[in-house]
């Protein structure tokens, strides 16, 4: 059985948002998220987007007893030394929505200037054939950018409209999805990982 044909793959996310961006990414495997399932998301209790990524791919696994992709991802800011980081989807506090997440990173950037606003979103991708895969294959992405003063945009989510797109001169949530995919760290790091999965699989 190979990655190409696998009858099904649990997507370890209940997040509607990377839910949607990595099954158009991955339009020709069968990704169904775990909330098919009814599975309960893992406690991200890692230091790490590696760490973190592992633990829900090996919880997603272990509950559907089929192969599991993960993803951990966030947005780190150099002038806020790295922050959210691993905590990007509850910034604000557990239980915060995108807008509360994006209203407290403007809020402790205010003041800072354009060329100090870098940042980057990172996205760590795993992949695990069981729940006890002793060797998961792990990818990482990286976008880089600034983070604009005021939010942009009606697309994407979470810090999208912030997120500004030097090579397209725009904002993430600017992008068509199909433009955003090609270029995020995402669709970087779901390339890479597909890439590595068939090359064990033919090793």
Request: net charge negative; glycine share 8%.
């Amino acid at each position: 059985m190979t990655f190409s044909t696998l009858q099904k793959i649990v997507l370890a996310s209940g997040n509607p948002g990377k839910i949607r961006e990595i099954q158009a990414i991955l339009a020709d495997h069968p990704i169904v998220p775990q909330s098919a399932f009814n599975v309960i998301d893992a406690e991200e209790t890692g230091a790490t987007f590696v760490e973190n990524a592992i633990l829900k791919a090996r919880n997603a696994a272990l509950h559907c007893q089929l192969p599991a992709i993960a993803d951990d991802s966030g947005l780190v800011v150099d002038a806020l030394n790295g922050a959210p980081g691993v905590i990007s989807a509850r910034y604000a506090g557990v239980g915060a929505n995108d807008q509360d997440n994006l209203n407290k990173l403007l809020r402790e950037l205010e003041g800072v200037p354009d060329e100090l606003r870098t940042a980057r979103f990172i996205c760590v991708m795993v992949f695990m054939a069981h729940a006890n895969d002793p060797c998961p294959v792990i990818a990482q992405g990286v976008w880089e950018g600034r983070i604009l003063d005021h939010a942009v945009g009606e697309n994407g989510f979470g810090y999208d409209p912030v997120f500004w797109v030097p090579e397209r001169n725009c904002a993430s949530a600017e992008l068509p999805a199909d433009v955003k995919n090609s270029l995020s760290h995402r669709g970087q790091a779901l390339k890479t990982l597909t890439a590595l999965i068939k090359a064990r699989e033919s090793a």
